[in-house]
């Protein structure tokens, strides 16, 4: 079990760019979760898998952000146009369903850092 | 919706010493679940103790130990005996179970001194 990967660690963009960040989640965590960090302050929730499918995108996720999980794996998150608000740390998350809601342990990537120029 | 406020943005302690960070949150859930994550430096995020709602004795993980005042909605963690590399961000954070979510705290910067 080598935890949860995220690529790339860094990334430099101009603004207008569309870049692309992976997720692996930790094997057998069927739920993946997306967060943004900016600088100073918590993470804050952007969307949540269970399996393949999306089951929650918050209002912060506006539409020029997308996220799959195609096959219930690895997750992609892609942001369209990008703009230097969108400068942040993105970190995903995995866990396992816990027998109550709230539960389970989400356990962290490293992050990516994202850079809009 | 759920809150959780860490009003302190930065702790200093000795070595071996004892220092207590606080959290407060706000949910209309009965039951949930709160944690302190712990991030160092360039590192990433790892859970350091969660605490569940509905049990009234406080967690403790070693060196850590949780104040849990459900009337209050505090949620306070203790770290005894202070090391190095205790040096990180320390984030409250609070899952109600509404989609698995978890809410964090601004988080408090922590800096062990040697």
């Known amino acids: 079990d080598t935890g949860v990967s995220q690529d790339p660690r860094h990334k430099i963009t101009k603004r207008g760019q569309n870049v692309t960040f992976r997720c692996d989640p930790i094997?057998?965590?069927?739920?993946l979760y997306w967060y943004r960090q900016t600088l100073g302050q918590g993470p804050e929730f952007l969307t949540y898998f269970q399996n393949e499918a999306q089951l929650e995108k918050s209002r912060l996720l506006s539409n020029r952000f997308s996220a799959e999980r195609p096959k219930g794996s690895f997750s992609t998150l892609e942001i369209q146009r990008t703009e230097q608000g969108d400068s942040a740390m993105y970190l995903c998350?995995?866990?396992?369903?816990?027998?109550?809601?709230?539960?389970?342990?989400?356990?962290f990537g490293p992050g990516t850092r994202l850079l809009v120029l | 919706a759920q809150t959780v406020t860490q009003s302190q943005p930065e702790m200093s302690v000795q070595e071996a010493e004892t220092v207590t960070l606080s959290c407060t949150y706000d949910t209309s859930e009965s039951n949930y679940y709160l944690f302190w994550y712990k991030q160092p430096p360039s590192r990433q995020m790892i859970l350091v103790i969660r605490?569940?709602?509905?049990?009234?004795q406080n967690a403790t993980e070693n060196r850590f130990s949780v104040n849990f005042q459900k009337a209050a909605k505090s949620f306070s963690l203790k770290i005894s005996d202070s090391q190095l590399g205790d040096t990180a961000m320390y984030f409250c954070?609070?899952?109600?179970?509404?989609?698995?979510?978890?809410?964090f705290g601004k988080g408090i910067t922590l800096s062990v001194r040697p």
């Open positions: 094997s057998e965590h069927n739920r």
């Open positions: 954070a609070l899952n109600t179970g509404a989609n698995s979510k978890l809410t």
């Open positions: 605490q569940e709602a509905y049990k009234q």
């Open positions: 998350a995995s866990s396992t369903p816990g027998l109550a809601g709230g539960e389970e342990t989400q356990y």
